[in-house]
C-alpha cells in the first residue's frame, strides 16, 4: 500500500507547479517587443461594430517581404490581406484582397469612414505590422530609455510601448481622438500567443468602451 506524501512535499509540488511568472511590467521592453509574433498557423476573430467573424489564419511573410494572411471562414471561404513589401517605408503598387475589402465594407456601413478611410486604416495597419516585424528583414527600431511608456520609431513613424496587467501593447496616435494599438496576451518562453489589433475612434483615456475594430490571432 502507497504511502501518502509528507505535507511538506505536497506544499513543494503544489508550489513547483503553479510557479508564478515574472511581472511583464519587470522585463525587458524591447525584449517582450521581440516576443510578438505576427506568422504562423491559428485561429481569427474579426469584430466590427456588432459583427463578428471567426476563421482560421494562415500568416507569412514572402521572400518579397509581402505580409500575407489568409483566413478561411465558414460560409464564404478563403480571402486574404497582403500588406506589400514591409522593406519600403511607403508601399507602391497597392491593391485590394477580399479581406481587405471586407474590411473597408464595413468601415462604410458602420460610418468610420468618416473619421478614417479604410485606405488610411489599411496603411497605418500595415506600419504597426511592419514595426513589429522589422528584425525579421535586419531593420532596426530605435527605442529610448525605458519608462512606464516608453518610445520606438521605425522611418519616422512613432509608437509608444507598455506593459499593464501581464499585457504588452504598442500604441500609435493616428491623429487626436483616433488611434490603434496591438495587444499581446499570454507570454510563453518565446513568443506570445494571442494578439489583439484594436482601433479607436474618438475615445477617451478614460472611456473602456470596445474597439470600433478588432482583430485579435490565436497562435
Known sequence: MLKPLPLFLLLLTSCALFKTRPALES?????????????GEGR????????????GVDSVLRENHDWVMAVAIPLHGEEVMILPDLRAAVAEGEET??????????????G???SLSSAEFMRELRGL?????????????????QKVVSECQLDGQKYGIEARNQEF???????????????AKNL???????IDIRLYINRTQQETRPPEFSLELFW
Open 27 to 39: 522585463m525587458d521592453l524591447e525584449k517582450l517587443l521581440s516576443s510578438v509574433r505576427l506568422v
Open 44 to 55: 481569427g476573430r474579426l469584430t466590427l461594430g456588432g459583427r463578428q467573424y471567426v476563421f
Open 112 to 114: 468610420l469612414d468618416r
Open 97 to 110: 484582397e477580399s479581406f481587405e475589402a471586407r474590411i473597408a465594407e464595413e468601415f462604410r456601413n458602420l
Open 169 to 183: 501593447f504598442i500604441h500609435r496616435s493616428i491623429r487626436p481622438g483616433v488611434g490603434l494599438e496591438l495587444v
Open 188 to 194: 510563453t518562453e518565446s513568443f506570445f500567443h494571442q
Open 129 to 145: 505590422v511592419r514595426f513589429t516585424a522589422a528584425p525579421l528583414w535586419g531593420s532596426l527600431r530605435g527605442c529610448g530609455p
